[in-house]
């Protein structure tokens, strides 16, 4: 029975957010388990255009660190805010949803790249991201 509660209540994760999460925790375990190694979802510009290897441009924004504290605290994070502007800023409107991410993390690599700094920033900047879209739309609700 608590199997059958738990898929019910993440078939009712709107799709955008029930992906974009699911793939999070998915890459973070691979790479956990080690069947994969961070350094084949960096972000590197060397490596997409001469190499050829696309996926970077997508995985860097799926990997939050290791399993931990953090970790967790950045999935609930995700998890909450994205699944509250899907449901109410955005609802009925996903490819709109879809958009936001797209553009938000095509400003992020940009500003990632342009930053003299080599420590990588898109973590930071992609959770930020989402709880200031959410706040510009509930501006009265705190954030928690």
């Known amino acids: 029975m608590a199997y059958q509660s738990l898929r019910l209540e993440y078939l009712q994760i709107p799709p955008v957010s029930r992906a974009y999460t699911t793939a999070c925790v998915l890459t973070t375990a691979a790479v956990q388990l080690e ?3 961070p350094f084949q979802l960096y972000f590197n510009p060397e490596l997409i ?3 050829f290897q696309i996926w970077r441009l997508i995985t860097n ?4 660190g290791p399993v931990g504290f953090n970790f967790l605290f950045n999935m609930i994070f995700l998890y909450r805010y994205c699944r509250m502007l899907e449901e109410g800023s955005f609802r009925g409107r996903t ?3 879809v958009f936001m991410f797209l553009f938000g993390g095509f400003l992020m690599t ?3 790249r342009m930053s003299k700094s080599k420590e990588l920033l898109t973590q930071v900047l992609q959770l930020d991201t989402y709880i200031f879209s959410w ?3 509930f501006p009265i ?3 928690e």
Do not use: G, P
Request: glycine share 0%; proline share 0%; no cysteine.
């Open 110 to 112: 940009q500003s990632d």
């Open 135 to 137: 706040k510009m739309y």
């Open 49 to 51: 255009f001469k190499h």
């Open 61 to 64: 924004f799926l990997f939050f």
């Open 35 to 37: 069947l994969i190694t």
């Open 95 to 97: 490819a709109d949803f």
């Open 141 to 143: 609700n705190l954030v």
